[in-house]
């Protein structure tokens, strides 16, 4: 594996999820999208991230190096579809009917 591929990767994989991101919001505009624009950012963090550890000069070997680079991208990109399907789940569960109150017993 080499540089080109790897930035492919990074761009593909953190855009599928960014595109996942932007579909679940515009599907449910209605629900509440803040932790969906946090995993956003939190997608970009990485996104700047990988690629600047990818241009950084490599002492060694360059094949263990992108084959670490590339583990941790499959990592915290499986982390954040997690955290997306976590916060999807969140929003879809009904929220619960308040208890009907007891009546009070009448006395007699």
């Known amino acids: 594996m ?18 996942d991101c932007y579909y679940f919001i515009e599907t449910h505009p209605d629900k509440a999208t ?4 946090a995993l956003l950012e939190e997608a970009v963090d990485l996104h700047n991230g990988l690629k600047d550890k990818a241009c950084e000069k490599v002492e060694g070997n360059k094949k263990l190096y992108f084959a670490g ?6 990592e915290k990109v499986d982390a954040l579809y997690e955290k997306l ?5 969140a929003q879809n569960k009904p929220k619960a009917a308040p208890k009907p109150k007891a009546k009070a017993k009448a006395k007699e």
């Open 69 to 74: 680079l590339r583990k941790e991208l499959f």
């Open 85 to 89: 399907g976590e916060a999807i789940v």
């Open 2 to 19: 080499n540089l080109r591929d790897f930035k492919k990767d990074v761009e593909f994989f953190v855009g599928e999820f960014v595109e």
């Open 34 to 37: 803040e932790e969906v624009v």
